[in-house]
């Protein structure tokens, strides 16, 4: 069987040794959701996704319930609506902390669901529902919204879309809540990372405007722009005001159906000679963010897993990292503004290297405005946006085969806003490193991938003052797949996979002799087989370990935690900075992590 995740992630399974062996995915994951049935009287199962708490003053929040509601049959019709209203009865109109909640339970037999969360256009969360069971399930996401403040403070359109169907097979509704937390200043209290971000850029930490980059209302979809294939361009105009000193394109994006295990997709050539029907273009994407034409940046997007993806079993209770709160990812443009301060309309494109349908993109533009002056002035210094550089080696014979792929790109783009600051130059620079190994073995049954993502930025800001102050992320994303496909009797067939995902994260930030660090290690490991038979799985299991590990200053913390069919085996969480950090091969993650220990 060729390329076994994408076999499993679309519509057919292309089979090799006879028709009998050709499923429907939709019926597969209907009936892993349903398998094993617990006992009526089981109390809902609660899914989460392993992540730092959100570090919030001691005060009292104000809270509000913006929406609640049941998504029903709801695909192909307009998103839900809400009115949102800033609170007013807080004792205090300055808030340190926001947070919106998404808290949802869901009975029977679904799918996954890609939702959004948008507020006048802005979206403000990109999600993907957990699949439930016949007792029951909850979940919920609290995101750290702080950074659109400015927006929060005016009366706006909360819109929700989330795509589901029901019918007689697929039963699950899901109920959902979401709510704002506004937390009041408490004095000196600002976490760590955004002490990062001010440091870096000498500004407050948020922005005076948000302008949406989505799709305009009315839809019977989602606000984002759906990339179709690797032609395809998404335009989106926008005027931004002529005293805007600063701005920072934060891009949100997902990928579905042919798309969705995009970093296993083979490459055309096998398919050709091999004459299958998948989903090819090989295993490199690339998200490329163009303004008026010329590229400003690119994204070089996390592997995302969503929660019925590659084996479902593996993702219940823990689900797969992002999977609940998708990242999303800022491109400084303020070297462009001298391009853009005129006071007319210009257009942001987004289009995605080698895309099959399909991917959902928009972006939300933050602006830092000049409240001492009415116009700012600018001018780009230097740009240069260095061409893909790819490379493609590949050994097959028949069904079996190696294929290595290492692509690369740089971004550096230069320039400087006279502002009532002064003159100030910005310089921002993105570097990134692919490379993809993937081998085909046993005729096509196994699958294996080993794959790796450099995402680097650095923003460098030079004062009147001479004063350099600077902010550098360096993020990796490692990915190992294993799939192996196993022909059983009485026509049944064996399906072992093994997961391992990485989000990896280094900042800091620097202004003349101050210095600021953190450092996030999200690992992940994930192993399980299942038996089907006549669409219908007969037995399987899926275990996880997850070990997350994040260092900021003086705030810390560490979860070791690992899963096995519903139950949780171990749970070990502290929040002490300890000095001498603990190696993760000390929890046994180096034992099933595939990289080494160079990345651990």
């Known amino acids: 069987m060729a390329s076994l995740l994408n076999l499993l992630l679309f519509l057919l399974l292309q089979p090799l040794f006879s028709t009998a062996n050709i499923y429907n995915l939709n019926q597969l994951r209907s009936d892993l959701i349903s398998n094993p049935t617990p006992p009526n009287d089981t109390p809902p199962t609660l899914y989460f996704e392993v992540t730092k708490p959100i570090p919030v003053p001691k005060t009292k929040p104000c809270s509000q319930l913006i929406l609640q509601h049941d998504f029903a049959y709801t695909y192909g019709k307009p998103p839900v609506f809400a009115n949102y209203t800033p609170p007013s009865d807080c004792p205090s109109q300055n808030f340190s902390k926001i947070v919106l909640e998404w808290r949802a339970t869901s009975k029977g037999r679904q799918f996954d669901r890609i939702f959004g969360v948008w507020l006048s256009g802005v979206e403000l969360l990109r999600s993907c529902t957990a699949e439930p069971r016949p007792n029951g399930i909850v979940w919920s996401v609290e995101k750290d ?110 990928f579905h159906e042919n798309d969705e295990s995009w970093y296993a997709n083979p490459t055309n050539e096998y398919i050709a000679a091999n004459n299958l029907s998948l989903p090819g273009n090989g295993p490199f994407r690339e998200v ?55 006071g007319k309309s210009h257009k942001i494109g987004f289009n995605v290297t080698n895309a099959l349908n399909v991917w ?22 230097k740009h240069t946006s260095s061409p893909l550089v790819v490379s493609l080696v590949s050994d097959f014979k028949g069904l079996n085969g190696t294929f290595i792929t290492t692509t690369s790109r740089s971004v550096s783009s230069t320039g400087w806003v006279q502002s009532s600051n002064g003159n100030v130059t910005n310089q921002s620079v993105q570097k990134f490193y692919y490379s993809n190994t993937m081998v085909m073995g046993s005729n096509g049954n196994v699958q294996i991938v080993n794959q790796n993502i450099h995402f680097n930025d650095t923003v460098r800001i030079k004062l009147p003052s001479s004063i350099v102050q600077s902010l550098t992320s360096h993020k990796t994303f490692p990915l190992y797949l294993y799939t192996d496909y196993l022909e059983q009797k009485n026509n049944s067939y064996l399906l072992v ?21 953190s450092s996030l290690k999200n690992l992940q490991n994930a192993e399980g087989n299942m038996v089907v038979k006549d669409h219908l799985v007969v037995s399987g299991v899926g275990n996880t370990q997850q ?54």
């Open 145 to 254: 919204i702080t950074r659109y403040y400015s927006l929060l403070q005016k009366n706006q359109t909360l819109a929700v879309y989330l795509g589901n169907l029901i019918d007689k097979t697929y039963t699950g509704v899901y109920h959902v809540n979401i709510s704002l937390h506004f937390y009041p200043a408490e004095e000196n209290l600002i976490d760590h990372d955004q002490k990062l971000g001010t440091l870096a850029s000498g500004n407050h930490s948020w922005a005076d405007l948000i302008l949406p980059i989505s799709r305009n209302l009315p839809l019977n979809d989602g606000l984002w722009f759906e990339i179709e294939n690797s032609t395809d361009t998404k335009l989106k105009e926008f005027e931004i005001p002529q005293n805007a000193y600063r701005a920072v394109l934060e891009v949100y994006v997902s």
């Open 497 to 517: 996979t093994n997961v391992s995902l990485g989000f990896i994260e280094k900042k800091t930030a620097s202004a003349g002799s101050q210095f600021l660090k």
């Open 360 to 381: 959902y993109i928009d972006a939300n533009l933050h602006i830092w405005l000049d409240k001492q002056s009415k116009r700012t002035e600018g001018q780009l210094v």
């Open 288 to 342: 490329v963010v163009s303004i008026d034409g010329q590229v400003v940046g690119a994204v070089w997007p996390f592997t995302v897993i969503f929660t019925g993806g590659v084996n479902p079993l593996l993702w219940r209770p823990i689900t797969a990292i992002g999977s609940y709160n998708l990242p999303s990812y800022d491109i400084e443009i303020t070297p462009f503004l001298g391009n853009i301060l005129d």
């Open 547 to 600: 070990v997350y590990r994040y260092h900021g200053g003086r705030s810390c913390y560490f979860k070791n935690i690992s899963s096995s069919n519903y139950t949780i085996l171990y749970d070990k969480v502290e929040n002490t900075c300890n000095n001498k950090a603990k190696s993760d091969r000390d929890f046994g993650l180096s034992r099933l992590w595939p990289f080494g220990a160079g990345i651990i």
